[in-house]
């Protein structure tokens, strides 16, 4: 894959620890306990490394787009969802050796929209291109 191709990894909006289903969203992360927000980000990096071990190592500098298509039509805050899904994202694939760090420098640019309504697989696609 050349340096202008896009790469996609699907992210999951919702996570299952235990019985409980929580959201990725700011809501969720603020009032959580600090113990259940570090399970989320473990199993977050958990369910995408796969997908993110097949991009390209050691990108430079990359621009990230995060399509959301949610569950129903309830409205939402995109910066809610975004927020948190960029913060585990982004810091998976710092560890996961795809970026050398999340910073502005290799992060150059950070954008959100609304995907549409996908009741059977609801999900944020993360669209990276690498400048």
């Given at each position: 894959m050349a340096k202008g191709d896009i790469h996609i990894v699907n992210l999951p909006y919702?996570?299952?620890i235990g019985k409980k289903r929580y959201s990725c969203n700011?809501?969720?992360?603020?009032?959580a306990h600090y113990r259940l927000t570090n399970s989320m980000k473990r199993q977050f990096k958990?369910?995408?490394t796969g997908e993110v071990l097949d991009l390209p190592e050691n990108m430079q500098q990359v621009k990230?787009?995060?399509k959301i298509f949610y569950e129903n039509k309830r409205k939402f805050d995109l910066d809610n969802v975004v927020s948190v899904?960029?913060?585990f994202a982004q810091d998976a694939l710092v560890e996961l050796g795809r970026l050398?760090?999340?910073n502005y420098e290799h992060i150059v640019q950070i954008t959100?929209?609304?995907?549409?309504v996908d009741k059977e697989?609801?999900?944020v696609e993360m669209r990276i291109k690498e400048i």
């Open positions: 919702f996570l299952t700011l809501n969720q992360y603020r009032n958990d369910e995408i990230i787009h995060y899904i960029s913060k050398p760090d999340d959100g929209t609304f995907g549409g697989n609801p999900r």
